[in-house]
């Protein structure tokens, strides 16, 4: 399996615009995780789901993020409208139980927003 | 809230000696506890993972501890190359929840 894909590697965009970053988990994972990661944060989790269904969305910021999950190959997130603070690296990781939860993680978007 | 709490953000240390990195968290025990691996550009791996009944767990030249009274897991490299550096977080996982709350990560630097 080629692991987890993100697209795309790098955006930069202006303030005000839409924003969407795609994940394509490993086959046969039931889990996918969408992370933040700042200096100033660390790694955060934003929201995950669990076959296809978001579990918890806790983490989301506000109003302006979103994110689904069509099918068990693919999901999206989308920041609408896009704000300067919004720029950090998006993970996207995925895994096979929650119990021991070992996650895989995608090579990551980094996104500026200016 | 669960926190976690890596003792410091950059460790240095030269090439063949022992790197301790400190993983500290408050509250509850987690069922289990991860590092991982991140390098620069990359997305973390998953090099461990050590259940709350477990005090030591090995793989080559890792070695992590668990002491659940302490609230505190020790990730160890022994022998140490320049190729281990890097930035190494740990994570906690709630049970049955499905979270994994990270820490900020301690980055270590070999030097040969």
């Known amino acids: 399996d080629a692991g987890v894909i993100q697209s795309p590697r790098h955006e930069v965009t202006e303030m005000g615009q839409e924003v969407t970053l795609r994940c394509k988990p490993i086959?046969?994972?039931?889990?996918l995780f969408w992370y933040r990661q700042t200096m100033m944060r660390g790694l955060e989790l934003l929201i995950y789901?669990?076959?296809?269904?978001?579990?918890?969305d806790s983490g989301m910021p506000e109003d302006r993020f979103s994110a689904k999950m069509p099918n068990a190959s693919f999901s999206t997130l989308k920041i609408q409208p896009s704000e300067p603070r919004d720029s950090a690296v998006y993970f996207c990781?995925?895994?096979?139980?929650?119990?021991?939860?070992?996650?895989?993680f995608g090579a990551g978007t980094r996104l500026s927003v200016l | 809230s669960q926190k976690i709490e890596q003792n410091s953000e950059a460790l240095n240390i030269q090439e063949g000696k022992t790197a301790t990195l400190t993983c500290n968290y408050t509250?509850?025990?987690?069922?289990?506890l991860q590092w991982y691996r991140q390098d620069p550009g990359r997305g973390p791996v998953f090099l461990l993972l050590?259940?709350?009944?477990?005090k030591e767990k090995r793989k080559e030249r890792l070695k992590v501890t668990f002491d659940t009274t302490l609230k505190q897991s020790l990730f160890h490299i022994t022998a140490s190359q320049p190729a281990d550096s890097a930035t190494y977080l740990c994570?906690?996982?709630?049970?049955?929840?499905?979270?994994?709350?990270f820490g900020k990560g301690t980055k270590l630097s070999v030097k040969p």
């Open positions: 990781a995925s895994s096979l139980t929650v119990a021991k939860n070992i996650q895989y």
């Open positions: 086959s046969g994972h039931d889990y």
């Open positions: 789901f669990n076959n296809n269904v978001p579990i918890d």
């Open positions: 509250n509850y025990s987690p069922a289990y």
């Open positions: 050590i259940r709350e009944n477990e």
């Open positions: 994570a906690l996982v709630r049970g049955s929840q499905g979270n994994l709350i």
